[in-house]
């Protein structure tokens, strides 16, 4: 278990418990904290628009409890910066086929900059990441595994 995991993670889900969202973006630390409360199956209830994961690390305290998730259809979005010196992609996209793997909806979208999100210049990667939030639940679901840039 990460050092301070129970107090974010009771900080978070009490703000999810009485909110209402159609989406749920974490970047870094954050989008660890997301894969982590869904590998333990706490998350309240799922986003109707699904997650998306911004410069994201495989959340290796809980990679017994991802490899047992099945029978779900949320949609995950991957945001990974080519030049990340941060977190390796191939951290996020080792994830990624874990939530692939269990049923989950999972697209990729990659980019040129770093840890960050796409830089305003970055038109295909910020029209990508608005057309996968607009498709949302309300039509019909991206396949699973989707590479989008």
Same mark, same amino acid.
């Given at each position: ?20 969202? /159609?989406?749920?973006?974490?970047? $870094?630390? #954050?989008?660890? *904290?997301?894969?982590? =409360? ?45 030049? /990340?010196?941060?977190?390796?992609? $191939?951290? #996020?996209?080792? *994830?990624?086929?874990? =939530? ?50």
């Amino acid at each position: 278990e990460y050092t301070g995991f129970e107090e974010s993670a009771a900080k978070v889900l009490d703000v999810w418990k009485n909110n209402d969202f /159609d989406l749920v973006l974490g970047h $870094s630390q #954050g989008a660890i *904290l997301i894969a982590a =409360l869904l590998a333990l199956e706490r998350v309240p209830y799922h986003p109707k628009r699904g997650y998306i994961m911004n410069g994201v690390s495989f959340p290796n305290p809980y990679s017994e409890h991802i490899d047992a998730l099945t029978d779900t259809s949320q949609s995950v979005l991957f945001i990974l910066g080519r030049k /990340d010196k941060i977190t390796p992609n $191939s951290s #996020g996209e080792q *994830l990624r086929e874990g =939530l692939a793997k269990a049923g989950f909806q999972v697209s990729s979208c990659y980019h040129d900059g770093g840890h960050g999100f796409p830089a305003d210049d970055d038109e295909m990667a910020l029209k990508t990441i608005v057309n996968w939030i607009l498709q949302g639940k309300d039509s019909p679901s991206p396949q699973k595994n989707t590479q989008l840039s």
